[in-house]
């Protein structure tokens, strides 16, 4: 199938981008033909934030977003701060103290997956065509080199490579342009940065595992537009990451923890910190007596500005968390991506326009993104995230305050921190196991429990999207030096290490639980679990988060 431009990935950049080109086009009475292929199931299945955002690049996208209908119906009310000192005290900060990148005055607490299918309807009203349920497997080329387009999944294919009843090849969809919008640490993403070296000139990706949950809550005390973050307990011993509680509509409030995948400790579980932290009074005072309706998780990118790489390549865009735009200073990522998409709109519109057959590196991205306010804004936090790993919590957050409050960003000096992630993880010898509390089934739940309430669902006879490099390297490595991590960091319980007294353990994958939060991909300290497309609609179902 022939397209303009095809855009991988019906999140906000994705969306962002296809109803730039669209209005755009409309404007001009021009016919441009646009496809967004998706992998979920419907679009925001597999959408999980937050999350509160800046409604800037809606304001520019749909200035009248309001008589739309757009889901952003909680104004944030008030802010709060804390420092976990231990499991029973807390320190709230005095607003003045807080970093003002931290400040959520005027921006809206939403669910994310309702506000991406809001931006579905918008463009499919525009005259996009949208594709849910189609997985990009596959980056095509031109004989140049180019990118040609993307290949979805073939449907039907056994566990043992044989094709089932069911069979139905996947399609090649030829582009002009190709945009990718995977979100972090995109499947398709990842080829490209090695294919075209995009970031040879930039700093190490960083990355947080985030785990949410839902809630319904006690009436009495629901508070919309409460907003609560903090840090501390029960992260410690250089484990760095923080907690945010929103009180959102109909007697809701989300809950959830950032977790660095930079830490050292092989025995560290973010999901059990995150269930322990439940327990803290900060937090239990809100869930006290309510009901946990939904579960998630969900790497995110934190490199930021200095972690950026070149986003345009001979026939295409990186954009969004593809690309790695979120500003982990205000915990935000929405706004940045969506501008980025239309940007990338913008480019490649005017190229179209002016007679482009495709194939072309759009060096005009570039410029107009060291124009746009997008640049600006990732430029002034870029020192944000490598204070925090340099100096921790309490001098990086004090360097920060300094940073933003005082000047604005604009310090003469840029910090870096070029460590790998994965490559922090230090041997299983040097830590003592973690017990953690067991679950009480009221505040604190177990793994299985919680992926029953994402509602992800997979074929089961399908080959493993789940690979390995080198199949014997969790039992023979990483088993041995670092006590199998992958058993502990994925918040799934896709791995496990099986113990048989009669024979010698086994590593068993339960690909079907996977959340597709990509930690795995990230933080094995082998770098050999290598995370690629499932069948199409395979996944979780998020619904309001």
Known sequence: MEFDVVIVGAGPAGLSAACRLMQQANAAEQELTVCVVEKGSEVGAHILSGAVIESRALDELFPDWKERGAPLNTPVTEDELYLLKDGESAKKLPNALIPKTMHNEGNYIVSLGNVTRWLGEQAEALGVEIFPGFAASEVLYHDDGSVKGIATGDMGIGADGSEKDSYMPGMELHAKYTLFAEGCRGHLGKQLYSQFELDKDADAQHYGIGIKELWDIDPAKHKPGLVVHGSGWPLSGGTSGGFFLYHTDDNQVVVGLIVDLNYANPYISPFDEFQRLKHHPVLKQHLEGGKRVSYGARAIAKGGFNALPEMVFPGGLLIGCNAGTLNFAKIKGTHTAMKSGMLAAESVFAALQAGCTGGKKLDSFNTAFKDSWLYEELYRTRNFGPAMHKFGPFLGGAFNFIDQNIFGGKLPITLRDNHEDYAQMRPASEFTPIAYPKPDGVLSFDKLSSVFLSNTNHEEDQPC?????????????????????????????????????????????????????????????????????????????????
């Not at 939060?517 to 290598?530: G, H, L, Y």
Request: with cysteine.
């Open 465 to 545: 999207h789940l690979t390995l490099k080198d199949p014997s390297v969790p039992l023979a490595k990483n088993l041995p030096t670092y006590a199998e991590p992958a058993q502990r960091y994925c918040p799934a319980g896709v791995y496990e290490v099986v113990e048989d007294d009669a024979s010698q353990p086994s590593f068993q994958i339960n690909a079907q639980n996977c959340v597709h939060c990509k930690t795995c991909d990230i933080k094995d300290p082998a770098q050999n679990i290598v995370w690629v497309t499932p069948e199409g609609t395979g996944g979780p179902n998020y619904p309001n988060m």
